[in-house]
């Protein structure tokens, strides 16, 4: 089984705790190829946080992180295949694993938690879609998954047709 491992933080930890001669607390994403499954952690380096874990399709996913981490030469076709996949592979990442481990890292560390709908109650973003127009609803349902699913509310969109057509 190969890993590869990714550490990050951010720059607002890094003036919060450097300064303070305190360890500069980060976060550790692994990718590990496991038969036919790629599995991606993430949890603080320093451990002491949960461990979130993804689950992916190593047929679609590995190549995709493979040709990152060897950064191969390609042409421009490949280039953009592999850039939309990528971009699917991160919004993946990013919603299961980056984002919670942010929140995480942030709150650990006495910072406010990012700016994001998505840490707002479902009850409350639900109330936020129905608001919204119907053509802007469906655009919203475009931007993760999670979303997704709360945006193809059949009540919702129920509503929203008697708002925009009237009862029929």
């Not at 699917?88 to 890292?105: N, Q, S, T, Y």
């Not at 006495?110 to 709908?117: D, G, I, R, T, Y």
């Not at 840490?119 to 802007?136: A, F, H």
């Amino acid at each position: 089984m190969r890993a590869n491992q990714v550490s990050y933080t951010v720059p607002q930890i890094l003036q919060h705790q450097g300064n303070n001669g305190n360890r500069v607390e980060a976060v550790v994403l692994e990718f590990r190829k496991w038969r036919q499954f790629m599995n991606v952690y993430g949890s603080f380096a320093s451990g002491g946080s949960t461990c979130y874990r993804l689950r992916m399709d190593n047929k679609r996913f590995a190549p995709v992180i493979e040709s990152v981490w060897e950064n191969r030469n390609m042409n421009e076709r490949d280039e953009l295949v592999l850039e939309k996949e990528v971009l699917e592979f991160w919004r993946i990442v990013k919603d299961g694993i980056a984002m919670p481990l942010l929140i995480d890292l942030c709150t650990k560390v006495c910072l406010s938690a990012p700016s994001s709908l998505m840490c707002l109650p479902p009850e409350l973003r639900m109330k936020i879609l129905e608001s919204l127009r119907g053509v802007d609803i469906a655009k919203v349902g475009r931007v993760c998954k999670e979303l997704r699913n709360l945006a193809s509310n059949d009540e919702l969109w129920k509503k929203k047709y008697a708002e925009e057509f009237g009862d029929c």
